[in-house]
């Protein structure tokens, strides 16, 4: 389908912008800080950051990724997320389609994006975000081309469920918690958006991703894997709807 050429610039333009405010959901959702009043500041001197210091990537570059106040080194993973909410701009526009399907789509990365970012730095999955998930792959499923609405509800009510039982199941036998409550959560938008039939290749595929990284870690740390060790599994259940995404048939 043509594609709007203003509309594929806008998107590319607006698109690290975009990824510079994911960034400040990731950084003050899991503390509980306010998203939208507080003005961005240093977390090192907590000096107010003027428009110069909030240009996306430019920023970063020209500040040679530190505070321009205390010299505090600035994460280097607000950048990462700028560049790749661009970069998930440019897949949902070569993968074609609506312009409503792309805009979903672009939109669903997005927020794969800052739910995997959270999860890696901080083991939290806030509601906020899930929340949108949920809503956007319902969404996109509803779409001309899509498994449909009835679908997605039911891919979202199974992957809810069978995660829900898991963590019961676990903490039951183990007496103590082994699946958070935001990695249910997170299945409503991830069942949503695989449906039903998709679900089990998803988990599948999270679930070798996730094994994978834990065995590179703990090789290059040279320690043994030990039953009580924590991982970030939202952040490899987004990797693996990702992944999923880029295979899928076009919509």
């Given at each position: ?40 500041a ?10 110069r ?17 205390c010299?505090?080194p ?32 672009v ?100 679930a ?20 009580d ?21 076009p919509?």
């Amino acid at each position: 389908m043509f594609m709007p050429p203003l509309f594929a610039a806008f998107l590319l333009l607006v698109s690290p912008a975009v990824g510079s405010f994911l960034a400040v959901l990731v950084d003050r959702l899991p503390r509980g800080e306010d998203v939208v009043r507080v003005p961005s500041a240093c977390r090192g001197c907590k000096t107010p950051l003027r428009v110069r210091h909030l240009i996306p990537v430019l920023s970063f570059v020209t500040q040679r990724g530190r505070c321009s106040y205390c010299a505090a080194p600035i994460p280097a993973w607000l950048l990462y997320i700028e560049i790749l909410a661009a970069g998930a701009a440019l897949l949902a526009l070569l993968a074609g389609g609506a312009v409503a399907m792309v805009l979903l789509n672009v939109a669903l990365l997005w927020l794969l994006i800052a739910l995997a970012a959270s999860d890696l730095l901080w083991f939290r999955l806030p509601d906020p975000l899930t929340a949108a998930l949920a809503l956007v792959a319902l969404l996109r499923a509803a779409q001309p081309g899509g498994h449909g609405l009835a679908m997605g509800l039911l891919g979202a009510l199974i992957g809810m469920g069978s995660f829900a039982a898991l963590r019961w199941g676990y903490a039951s036998l183990r007496g103590r918690q082994g699946l958070g409550l935001g990695d249910v959560k997170l299945m409503a938008g991830l069942g949503a958006f695989a449906g039903p039939w998709d679900l089990p290749l998803l988990v599948l595929v999270a679930a070798l991703l996730a094994l994978s990284a834990t065995l590179w870690r703990q090789y290059k740390r040279g320690r043994d894997i030990r039953a009580d060790l924590a991982l970030p599994f939202g952040g490899a259940l987004c990797t693996a709807a990702a992944l999923l995404w880029l295979v899928e048939p076009p919509l």
